[in-house]
């Protein structure tokens, strides 16, 4: 399967959408993801592999007891060699109707796995202006040794830098087009494979004193001292329990800065608006 612009399946119409039922609402959503999170617990529990809640979702969890009320996605994170784990274990161990997805199922360029609910279809427009379709899932980080937040850095731009090439360059000042198309023609040859293939080679260490999301979305932001994610402890999440960093309070600080304050509503958003259930009314 091709990874620059190859979806998993055939992509679904505009046609097709409108025949579809919506999820209406963030609850109903963050339903959707707790059932597959609960599945993805239990299959660690039973496995022996030791997972942490991760952004939003450790701080929806300490600062909420749960979901922060409008989100609409769950992230986890293992070690490297619990994660090579999991690419193996969670084809034969997921039950209907969940299905495990990797980068060469979806329009990503890093290296994470998200677990699908094929009940569901998310349908995700890319600035590429193609549209790819999926179910609604969660996503399931791996985390690398680090000597320094550099290699982040360096990660960070890279991939800011490839985001020029889908970019319109249009509405800028006459400065800024000209920058967008250099790097645009700079980056036009460059396919997701080798972008992923030089990160994986040049810039995941080892060894180090410090524990790095090596994909994570802003992978400087989250390198941090290797005792803030310690030995997972379980917290309340909802109606049940999952696992989360040793020191939570370090940890969300390290990431977000003042976590404990809620940001203005004007920056509260969700994306329901392209979530649907693929049983037709």
């Given at each position: 399967?091709?990874?620059?612009?190859?979806?998993?399946?055939?992509?679904?119409?505009?046609?097709?959408?409108?025949?579809?039922?919506?999820?209406?609402?963030?609850?109903?959503?963050?339903?959707?993801?707790?059932?597959?999170?609960?599945?993805?617990?239990?299959?660690?529990?039973?496995e022996?592999?030791?997972?942490?809640?991760?952004?939003?979702?450790?701080l929806?969890?300490?600062?909420?007891?749960?979901?922060?009320?409008?989100?609409?996605?769950?992230?986890?994170a293992?070690?490297?060699?619990?994660?090579?784990?999991?690419?193996?274990?969670?084809?034969?161990?997921?039950?209907?109707?969940?299905?495990?997805?990797?980068?060469?199922?979806?329009?990503?360029?890093?290296?994470?796995?998200?677990?699908?609910?094929?009940?569901?279809l998310?349908?995700?427009?890319?600035?590429?202006?193609?549209?790819?379709?999926?179910g609604?899932?969660?996503?399931?980080?791996?985390?690398?040794?680090?000597?320094?937040?550099?290699?982040?850095?360096?990660?960070?731009?890279?991939?800011?830098?490839?985001?020029?090439?889908?970019?319109?360059?249009?509405?800028?000042?006459?400065?800024?087009k000209?920058?967008?198309?250099?790097?645009?023609?700079?980056?036009?040859?460059?396919?997701?494979?080798?972008?992923?293939?030089?990160?994986?080679?040049?810039?995941?260490?080892?060894?180090?004193?410090?524990?790095?999301?090596?994909?994570?979305?802003?992978?400087?932001?989250?390198?941090?001292?290797?005792?803030?994610?310690?030995?997972?402890?379980?917290?309340?999440?909802?109606?049940?329990?999952?696992y989360g960093?040793?020191m939570?309070?370090?940890?969300?600080?390290?990431?977000?800065?003042?976590?404990?304050?809620?940001?203005?509503?004007?920056?509260?958003?969700?994306?329901?608006?392209?979530?649907?259930?693929?049983?037709?009314?």
């Amino acid at each position: 399967m091709e990874l620059d612009g190859s979806p998993m399946k055939k992509e679904t119409s505009n046609k097709d959408v409108e025949k579809l039922r919506p999820i209406k609402s963030v609850k109903e959503l963050q339903g959707v993801l707790l059932g597959i999170a609960k599945v993805f617990h239990q299959i660690c529990v039973e496995e022996n592999i030791p997972y942490y809640m991760v952004g939003g979702t450790m701080l929806g969890s300490i600062r909420h007891g749960g979901f922060i009320p409008w989100d609409d996605d769950m992230d986890f994170a293992v070690s490297r060699k619990d994660f090579e784990r999991l690419l193996k274990i969670l084809p034969e161990r997921l039950p209907a109707p969940y299905r495990m997805l990797t980068r060469k199922d979806t329009a990503s360029v890093t290296g994470f796995l998200k677990i699908s609910d094929e009940r569901t279809l998310h349908v995700y427009r890319w600035t590429d202006g193609q549209e790819r379709d999926y179910g609604v899932d969660i996503d399931i980080f791996q985390l690398d040794p680090a000597t320094s937040k550099t290699r982040g850095r360096i990660k960070d731009f890279i991939l800011k830098m490839r985001g020029y090439r889908v970019l319109s360059a249009r509405n800028r000042s006459l400065s800024k087009k000209i920058l967008a198309y250099l790097i645009k023609t700079a980056f036009f040859f460059v396919s997701r494979d080798m972008i992923y293939n030089f990160i994986e080679r040049h810039l995941v260490e080892k060894k180090g004193d410090l524990i790095a999301n090596t994909y994570g979305g802003t992978a400087k932001a989250e390198t941090m001292p290797r005792e803030y994610m310690g030995e997972p402890r379980l917290y309340k999440f909802e109606d049940t329990q999952f696992y989360g960093v040793a020191m939570p309070e370090e940890y969300l600080t390290s990431l977000y800065g003042d976590w404990k304050t809620l940001p203005p509503e004007d920056k509260r958003h969700d994306h329901i608006v392209s979530m649907y259930w693929r049983d037709e009314e």
